[in-house]
């Protein structure tokens, strides 16, 4: 797993309630899209189904039959689940509001943990080789706050609200490698401050693939 993501500590029980292999079901709904992921533990960790669609709206009609679609692809029941990944934002409220209500809802019912992740850890996750080569750069993850400022995250950082000029001069004379829905925006006005900025080549989307699969290894009891 990714040091510069931290992902929280729940744990799954010794045994798998389906009694092969431990299995959790992924959710994020905190941009503009909808996605789900599933993913189980035998020898190795496995993504088993993924599906996401881009929305602005629309989240709480796609998401319960995305779920109930990634479930019986895989001829899982909702009982075979042993844990729940969620994001819990920074993003929309709504969309935040949503994931996180779908999957208490389902860990109250079968009584099973849910671990919650930061937007930006969730980002991390996905950070390119590419863009982790720069010897000089640090990897900015830049969520728009909608209040002008944007909520941020390095590294090895716990995440922070800032604006570019904030941001400058906690890098110094560092390179800002920028990712998510803010980067664009970021990484001018940095470049307009005098500050050496680029757009990282990682995806500004989550994976809920990659969600599942770090929830569920960070999850499991040894």
């Known amino acids: 797993m990714s040091m510069d993501a ?5 744990v799954v029980p010794r045994q ?32 088993v189904a993924s599906d996401a669609e881009a929305m602005t ?14 479930l ?47 937007t930006t850890d969730a980002l991390l996750l996905g950070v390119a080789a590419a ?9 900015v993850v830049a969520i728009e706050s909608g209040r002008g400022d944007y909520f941020m995250q390095l590294p090895d950082a716990a995440p922070f609200a800032a604006t570019a000029q904030m941001l400058a001069m906690r890098l110094d004379d560092r390179r800002a490698i920028v990712i998510g829905d803010g980067a664009q925006r970021l990484a001018g006005e940095l470049r307009d401050l005098g500050t050496r900025a680029e757009l990282g080549v990682s995806s500004s989307s989550i994976d809920p693939g990659l969600l599942a699969t770090h929830a569920l290894a960070a999850g499991i009891e040894r």
Not at 24 to 38: E, K, N, P, Q, Y
Not at 90 to 112: D, E, H, K, Q, Y
Not at 131 to 139: C, K, L, N, P, S
């Open 6 to 10: 931290k992902m929280p500590r729940v």
């Open 16 to 47: 798998p309630r389906s009694g092969s292999a431990w299995r959790v079901l992924a959710i994020d709904t905190c941009f503009a899209r909808c996605a789900v992921a599933l993913a189980e533990q035998r020898e190795t960790i496995d993504v």
């Open 57 to 70: 709206r629309g989240h709480a009609a796609m998401l319960t039959p995305m779920i109930e679609k990634a």
């Open 72 to 118: 019986q692809d895989r001829a899982w029941r909702p009982s075979d689940l042993d844990l729940l990944a969620v994001t819990i934002g920074p993003g929309s409220f709504t969309g935040v509001r949503i994931g996180v209500a779908m999957a208490r809802g389902l860990a109250l019912t079968l009584r099973i943990p849910i671990a919650g992740i930061a």
């Open 131 to 139: 863009d982790r080569a720069h010897a000089d750069g640090v990897i």
